[in-house]
């Protein structure tokens, strides 16, 4: 990723904050977007600390008018964007019946919304240099009902399938778009779905109740496992690889 620039959103967050570390790591300037000025601020100034060129775009990828201007301003201060990591995104909880339109809309606004307005934006600057690489968090629940989890796995099912259908019409451009698909991730959102401290034990053993399998690897995904797939995908050593789902859940989904 050395002389690359990458823009990763939902910065701030577990796996968005991860993925910036892993790619400046590797040597790409790093553009964090998140609607969360404060924490934002507070995550790059850590990586700052630590050698890393990242760099805090403050942006509310629902808003189309505000990303259009945050991209542009990357691209101003960085360069062209090479990579474009779509890691923002929210959890709300509810039965599908009893879900309320708030929780509905956000989970859409963010979750599927938000990754088309940012792709769009981006892609639509790397067709004219015909080069670049998308990657999108979805999760191992677009595949899988979960229950509760509706509006969630309704969210990123329309995204994972927008990023495939984007990959099919900018390969062409030698653009490549990809899916990664994180299962239950050791971030502040799975902790935010626990009631009691049973909650690490009855994700890693599962619960038949709701027909939700454990993990068979006995072991929460850290949010570099996550990182660590998209910076994989974003590489040249995935070169041939478009319209691809990579599912990173220690198996508990039995590779569905």
């Keep these: 990723m050395n002389g690359?620039?990458?823009l990763v959103t939902g910065a701030a967050g577990g796996i968005g904050g991860a993925t910036a570390r892993a790619l400046a790591e590797r040597g790409a300037r790093v553009a964090a977007l998140d609607?969360?000025?404060p924490g934002l601020r507070e995550r790059v100034a850590k990586l700052r600390a630590d050698g890393l060129d990242v760099t805090a775009f403050p942006a509310d990828v629902t808003d189309g008018g505000r990303v259009h201007a945050a991209v542009g301003a990357v691209e101003d201060r960085l360069g062209?964007?090479?990579?474009?990591?779509n890691a923002a995104g929210v959890l709300r909880l509810g039965e599908a019946v009893q879900l309320g339109d708030d929780d509905w809309a956000a989970s859409f606004a963010v979750n599927t919304t938000g990754v088309f307005?940012?792709?769009r934006a981006v892609v639509n600057r790397m067709t004219a240099r015909r080069r670049g690489a998308v990657v999108t968090v979805a999760s191992n629940a677009a595949g899988t009902p979960r229950h509760g989890m509706a509006a969630y796995a309704a969210s990123k099912a329309a995204a994972t399938m927008f990023t495939k259908c984007l990959g099919l019409e900018v390969a062409r451009y030698g653009i490549r778009c990809n899916v990664?698909?994180?299962g239950s991730t050791d971030t502040a959102m799975l902790r935010s779905m626990w009631t009691d401290e049973s909650g690490s034990r009855t994700t890693l053993e599962g619960q038949p109740g709701?027909?939700?399998l454990g993990i068979p690897l006995r072991k929460l995904a850290t949010a570099d496992d996550?990182?660590?797939a998209v910076v994989f995908l974003l590489s040249e050593q995935a070169g041939?690889?478009?319209m691809h789902a990579l599912t990173v859940d220690g198996g508990a989904t039995l590779g569905a």
């Design 80 to 85: 062209p964007i090479d990579a474009l990591v």
């Design 226 to 228: 996550v990182a660590g």
């Design 4 to 6: 690359t620039v990458a």
């Design 240 to 242: 041939h690889i478009t």
């Design 117 to 119: 307005l940012v792709s």
């Design 210 to 212: 709701t027909y939700r």
């Design 35 to 37: 609607a969360d000025e």
């Design 180 to 182: 990664v698909a994180p």
